[in-house]
Nanobody, 125 residues
Framework: QVQLVESGGGLVQAGGSLRLSCAFS????????LGWFRQAPGKEREFAAC????????YYADSVKGRFTISRDNAKNTVYLQMNSLEPEDTAVYFC??????????????????WGQGTQVTVSS
């Protein structure tokens, strides 16, 4: 059974940076496409970024493009989300997600089978 455990969330001022980590276990890490989603209070969970198995292709939501960078270390079974130039609108619980091999539509929540418990990111103005 795949398990995902996020870490690295916290409170940061607008303009600051955070790096989220997600530790993967229970299966072959390199077989999975990995994504980061976020959910703000009262809103639906939304796609932020994802990375293909090899790490050669990455995709971002327009709202984070140019500020966030997703990466993976297949030797450490970990995926990262580097978040720079944070804005109060980035405040949310951030979730790591995984799907075996690929997703037909990587922006859809229901494409991902495995989810972490989430880590809170709060950006103060």
């Amino acid at each position: 059974q795949v398990q995902l455990v996020e870490s690295g969330g916290g409170l940061v001022q607008a303009g600051g940076s955070l790096r989220l980590s997600c530790a993967f276990s229970g299966h072959t890490f390199s077989d999975y496409l990995l994504g980061w989603f976020r959910q703000a209070p009262g809103k639906e969970r939304e796609f932020a970024a994802c990375i293909r198995r090899s790490g050669g292709a990455t995709y971002y939501a327009d709202s984070v493009k140019g500020r966030f960078t997703i990466s993976r270390d297949n030797a450490k079974n970990t995926v990262y989300l580097q978040m720079n130039s944070l804005e109060p609108e980035d405040t949310a619980v951030y979730f790591c997600a995984a799907v075996w091999r690929y997703a037909n539509n990587y922006k859809r929540v229901d494409e991902y089978k495995y989810w972490g418990q989430g880590t809170q990111v709060t950006v103060s103005s």
